[in-house]
């Protein structure tokens, strides 16, 4: 069965909490685990989930602030001592490829598994697989940083009436969807377009044209919004979003669930990101994270 789900690891901004660890954010897509940004504690914080190391097949750095990436020595050394028996990759900006070895090798261990780095150094496709093509887009931070996008390729879906009217039953529907055509009809006579799905996670950003190209048609967009919209100007100056800033972007990119995350420690009550982001226009589904919640991916319309 395919599961498609956030698995939210933790969703503090710069130091963890009592009841918020660092970043870390598993998405399930069918059969692929999709580990973003690893801040410390990741390894435990998977534990607590239900994650395991065998369920990781690649691994995505935005950038090189310790949130983002200091729970990578230990992910990265767990994958070893499991030994987990597929290939992992790390995608993450090509200018920290000095930090990435630092923590990939941060202290001994043996290494079993086959770990390719892959650095991102433009805006493009990194990977095309089976389920989603995976890309990364530049955002504006003060460290190079990168937000990463999943778009499923569209498929057909067959109208069951349109195949009866044409009298095409049993392993022949199968046939039709594979081949394209059958008996002088074509598979576009009996379906219709199915739109891939679309996941983006936009992190430690301004706003700026990455993140709107991320976040477009996306049907879930995690997204940082580390500040409430009276900081604003603090926000800007280092490099980060309000609630309604990220609200906004979601609002005029019909995203259909929007998560919001990486929230700044000086603010106790999470129900003013939600209420900031209402404020904003978002209308549709909103979650603001938890650590250790679970989020699906909406349901194909
Ligand atoms: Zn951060």
Redesign the pocket.
């Given at each position: 069965m395919s599961v498609r789900e956030l698995v939210v690891l933790g969703t503090a901004?710069?130091v963890p909490t009592r009841h918020r660890n660092h970043?870390g954010y598993l998405l399930r897509w069918d059969g692929h685990g999709l580990l973003f940004?690893p801040?410390e504690g990741t390894q435990r914080q998977m534990l607590r989930a239900g994650v395991a190391a065998h369920d990781l097949d690649r691994i995505c750095v935005?950038?090189f602030?310790?949130?983002?990436s200091l729970g990578l020595a230990g992910v990265i050394q767990r994958i070893n001592l499991d030994q987990v028996p597929h290939p992992v990759t790390a995608h993450y900006p090509a200018s920290g490829q000095h930090f990435f070895e630092r923590l990939r090798y941060a202290t001994a261990y043996r290494e079993t598994v086959r770990l390719t780095e892959a650095p991102v150094a433009e805006d493009g496709t990194l990977a095309v697989t089976d389920a989603f093509t995976l890309e990364a887009r530049r955002l504006s931070h003060p460290v190079e940083s990168f937000g990463y996008r999943l778009t499923e390729p569209d498929g057909r879906r067959l109208l069951p009436e349109r195949l009866a009217a044409h009298g095409i039953k049993g392993p022949d529907a199968g046939r039709i969807q594979r081949e394209g055509a059958l008996g002088g009809v074509t598979l576009e006579e009996v379906s219709e377009v199915r739109h891939g799905q679309r996941f983006a996670f936009v992190?430690?950003t301004r706003l700026c044209d990455g993140v709107h190209a991320l976040a477009e048609g996306a049907d879930m967009l995690v997204i940082?919004s580390?500040f409430l919209d009276a900081d604003v100007r603090l926000a800007e100056d280092h490099g980060?979003l309000t609630a309604g800033q990220a609200a906004a972007v979601a609002r005029d990119a019909g995203v259909r669930h929007l998560v919001l995350t990486?929230f700044s420690q000086r603010y106790s009550d999470p129900s003013e990101f939600e209420r900031q982001a209402r404020a904003a226009g978002f209308e549709g589904e909103l979650s603001i994270a938890q650590d250790l919640m679970r989020v699906p991916v909406p349901k194909r319309t």
């Open positions: 901004s710069q970043n940004d801040g935005t950038h602030h310790g949130d983002h992190m430690d940082e580390t980060h990486h």
